[in-house]
């Protein structure tokens, strides 16, 4: 997602998550076979100013629908190996060789410099979590973000998962984080404000007394990885510009148990809370139509990931 500037929130009354996730070692840089086709930023990290329109071309629509298609695949497959012990590596060399294996290219490698394939984000990493030899525990929750490029297009998933035997609290905050992306879904309308997503999603995690990151946002996706637009998770009456018909964006909600601040490791890239506090987060990539918006990450049999956590989503 994209970067927000930063701003002062509350203090929290959240006990941290412990022991803190802590770094681990990064494997080699993996390699992508010449004949897949790669974006502009695969070789020098620089996406460079976004040239593309906010909207898409029928073609483009169906290329998506194609590649979010294999995005929702192989996030179903990088779920299937969550438990204690496998390592956020382990699932970048799987998502690294099923995004290959599917004629695509991860989106993540190399992008502004991001050395994996995925992003791996484990109990109070918000996002940006950098895959390396940290076993998951038991306990453990994580989100695996799976982006990738085919067809000169891209497919932007990510959803949460269980490792063994989740507490009670962290269960409910992955619950209404995912209600939370599929109340702002249904809140669309063609021509209707971005505001509206902000809206539907901060209602619902006020209700529950969770907090909504405010510093990464969701984004126009389609030619290219980031759009100028900005899908802030949020409420703010001024987001007046109108989903359009057409129009590709993620919606990707961060909500936590205790403050929403947001800290960043001297890695550049894995963002945590502040207060240590968990956090959780699902994204789809979606078109928007006439009757609402699409999803583009789901499976031909309109299957995803977060079909087969044990929640009860109202
Ligand atoms: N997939 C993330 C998003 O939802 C972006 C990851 S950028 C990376 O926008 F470089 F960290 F991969
Ligand atoms: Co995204
Ligand atoms: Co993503």
Partial sequence: MAK??????PVSKVAPSLPPVTRGLLSPTRRVPAEIERPPYAVSGEPGPSVSSVTRT?????????TGAA????LLRAGDIVRPGTTTDEIDR????LSIEAGGYPSPLNYRGFKKSVCTSVNEVICHGVPDSRPLADGDIINIDVTLFR???HGDTSAMFFVGDVDAESRRLVEVT???LMLAIAAVTPGGPVSDIGKAIERHAAKHRFGVVREFIGHGVGTEFHTNLQIPHYY?????????TATSFTIEPMLTLGAPDAAIWDDGWTAVTIDGTRTAQFEHTLVMAES??????VTPAGECAHDRLPVAVV
């Fill in 4 to 9: 927000r500037k930063r701003r002062n929130g």
């Fill in 236 to 244: 703010d009456r001024r987001l007046t510009t109108p989903l359009e």
């Fill in 151 to 153: 067809d000169g297009v």
């Fill in 71 to 74: 995005a929702a695949e192989i």
């Fill in 178 to 180: 995912l209600e939370s």
């Fill in 94 to 97: 799987l998502v690294h060789d």
């Fill in 292 to 297: 609402g918006a699409e999803r583009m990450t």
């Fill in 58 to 66: 029928p073609d483009e629509i169906a290329a998506m629908r194609r």
